[in-house]
Each structure stands twice: as structure tokens, then as C-alpha cells.
Nanobody, 114 residues
């Protein structure tokens, strides 16, 4: 049973934009804080930001002002809008329940390169 399914990654030029999606099983998503994470090659996974059930958000300093997290509660889906991307944003991006994490999904690869 797939609990988390990330999508939307790809190759994007520096300064460009990309929108990632994460579809979650209802029990993971409903009334829960959902977070986005990323893992670059050779580095540990880091949290990008999170969104509460009512839409309140928090972001890592490295992406603040460039990335926006949103959610569609009817679709049990959380989004990551990435603007003004930089080469250092290259990573595999994942989502998960912040407080009660479940097994990780496959993630979606984002590559920022000219």
C-alpha cells in the first residue's frame, strides 16, 4: 500500500520554477502537519519546510522567500512551489508526516542546471 507518492520533479534551469506534489494516504494527511524534505548526493536529508492542517507554514532559511508549501485537504495532497531555484536546490525531494513519520516514498528528483 503506497502511503506517500511524490511527483513533479525534473530538470530546471537556475532561476526557473517547478511545482512538486505529494499524494498521501488519508490517515497520514488528515489534520496532520506535513513536511517537505530533500536529500542531496552525499548529504543528509534536511527539512525544507512544513504546513499545518490550517495552512500555517514554516521554512528553512535556505528556501525562505523562494519556496511555498500549500495543501489541498480534499485531495490529501501537499505541494511545493519552487521559484528562483538554484543549483544547490538539486536533490531528491520527499514529503512525510512531520510528527508521525511513515516509511519514505520514492521521492522525486529535482536537478537545477543550465
Amino acid at each position: 500500500q503506497v502511503q506517500l507518492a511524490e511527483s513533479g520533479g525534473g530538470l530546471v534551469q537556475p532561476g526557473g520554477s517547478l511545482r512538486l506534489s505529494c499524494a498521501a494516504s488519508g490517515s497520514i494527511f488528515e489534520n496532520q502537519v506535513m513536511a517537505w524534505y530533500r536529500q542531496a548526493p552525499g548529504k543528509e536529508r534536511e527539512r525544507v519546510g512544513f504546513i499545518g492542517p490550517s495552512g500555517g507554514t514554516n521554512y528553512a532559511n535556505s528556501v525562505k522567500g523562494r519556496f511555498t508549501i500549500s495543501r489541498d485537504n480534499a485531495k490529501s495532497t501537499v505541494y511545493l512551489q519552487m521559484n528562483s531555484v538554484k543549483p544547490e536546490d538539486t536533490a531528491v525531494y520527499y514529503c512525510n508526516n512531520l510528527g508521525r513519520p511513515v516509511p519514505w516514498g520514492q521521492g522525486t528528483q529535482v536537478t537545477v542546471s543550465s
